[in-house]
């Protein structure tokens, strides 16, 4: 069965400074990866998304994720962070084409930014 | 706005009870997913409805239901009410049924307190 980890429960940054939010996933083949972004009172927002092809994914807001087999990771970075960003980020995995009804999300990723 | 609208956005309610939670699509989206959100279960995914049918089933418990209508709007039931089922459920649509490449949009939730 598939599963992802996010280590870090809850990650501080100061605004301007650069983000890296680790995620490990479980799977026998190259799964499709997700990250999504949870503003406090709002529903998840798709960040960026990997299925095959260049491992570099540019996805909105500036962000971007590296697909490391080698390394089962699929963490997602930002090269400067704003006080927007503060957020809970989830990470997710499913099995190629498998669509959305078999995706396991992560248990989340706070980001709290500070001036 | 990503075009999914829920209601209602917050419902309290009493153990026992049953509840029916709203979802409409955005225009043009066939699929219509259900998720819970809970601290101790994290994210989860409920059931998925494909243009009227039924297309998966998650960790959806017997006393919860749901129907997608000829409009494409989409019903959750929860019925027989426990302290456990409060949570924020979320509602999301896509295009397409079993895809996984095109973007789910998710809606702003719908908060359930069971007292």
């Known amino acids: 069965a598939q599963s992802v980890t996010q280590p870090d429960i809850h990650i501080t940054v100061s605004e301007g400074a650069s983000l890296e939010l680790r995620c490990n996933y479980s799977?026998?083949?190259?799964?499709?990866l997700f990250w999504y972004v949870q503003s406090p009172g709002q529903g998840l927002q798709l960040l960026l998304k990997?299925?095959?092809?260049?491992?570099l994914v540019q996805g909105i807001k500036g962000f971007e994720a590296e697909f490391k087999r080698s390394q089962s990771s699929f963490n997602l970075r930002k090269p400067s962070v704003h006080w927007s960003d503060a957020a809970e980020y989830f990470c997710?995995?499913?099995?190629?084409?498998?669509?959305?009804?078999?995706?396991?999300f992560g248990t989340g990723t706070k980001l709290q930014v500070i001036p | 706005d990503s075009g999914v609208t829920q209601t209602p956005k917050h419902l309290i309610t009493a153990t026992g009870q049953r509840v029916t939670l709203r979802c409409s699509p955005r225009?043009?989206?066939?699929?219509v997913y259900w998720y819970q959100q809970s601290l101790d279960q994290g994210l989860q995914f409920l059931i998925q409805?494909?243009?009227?049918?039924?297309?998966a089933k998650g960790n959806i418990l017997e006393r919860f239901s749901a129907q997608q209508f000829p409009d494409l709007h989409s019903e959750l039931n929860l019925s027989s009410l426990e302290l456990g089922d409060s949570a924020l459920y979320f509602c999301?649509?896509?295009?397409?049924?079993?895809?996984?490449?095109?973007?789910?949009?998710f809606g702003p939730g719908t908060r359930l307190t069971v007292l």
């Open positions: 409805y494909y243009n009227g049918e039924e297309r």
């Open positions: 799977y026998g083949a190259t799964p499709y």
């Open positions: 225009s043009g989206d066939l699929s």
């Open positions: 997710a995995v499913a099995p190629p084409s498998g669509g959305y009804q078999k995706v396991t």
């Open positions: 990997y299925f095959s092809g260049d491992t």
């Open positions: 999301a649509s896509s295009t397409s049924g079993s895809s996984g490449t095109d973007t789910q949009y």
